[in-house]
């Protein structure tokens, strides 16, 4: 049999409760977790506190488009907590609305391209682009925002 030498003990150092907090903090924000657990802790507070037993106002067809519109725009941007609760507080149905229909029902056009940009960024473009010779832009033609890069409004910001 083989002897082992004994190593000299350390003494283990316990982390402090406050030096587990940090370090769970620190590693939930470098993961990118920690908004979205903040932001579902408030979605389910509301859930909670919500009194069922108070009536909602009617929702009125004004109010289901312009609903849609903020959750077509909060679902693109991944804000999916503040989704569901606009969508539990407002009574706005739990299937979105088409897509086609919400064009429709807003008088617009819609490029192909323009397919997967909410329909807020093409109405937003409208009105700071105005009129081009003398014609009025249609409501996505101009719309500087891409599907694939939806922080180009911060970046512009940033250059501007």
């Known amino acids: 049999m083989r002897a082992f030498a004994a190593r000299p003990r350390r003494p283990l150092k316990m982390a402090t409760v406050a030096e587990l907090k940090t370090v769970l903090k620190d590693t939930l924000e470098k993961r ?5 657990l903040k932001a579902r802790i408030r979605a389910e507070v509301f859930s909670a506190l919500d009194d069922d037993h ?9 109010n289901l488009l312009i609903n849609e519109l903020i959750r077509e725009y909060l679902e693109f941007n991944k804000y999916k907590y503040t989704a569901s609760v606009l ?7 739990a299937v979105p609305l088409d897509r086609q229909f919400l064009v429709r029902e807003l008088n617009a056009f819609e490029e192909s ?8 960024y093409g109405i937003l473009a ?4 105005g009129t081009k010779d003398g014609v009025p832009n249609t409501f996505l033609k101009e719309s500087s925002l891409q599907p694939s890069n939806p922080n180009l409004v911060r970046q512009k910001k940033a250059d501007g």
Do not use: M
């Open 32 to 36: 990118g977790v920690l908004g979205h």
């Open 54 to 62: 108070e009536p909602r106002p009617t929702l009125s067809h004004e």
């Open 87 to 93: 969508t539990a507080e407002s009574g706005q149905p």
């Open 126 to 129: 409208h009105f700071l682009h």
């Open 113 to 120: 391209k323009d397919s997967k940009i909410p329909l807020l």
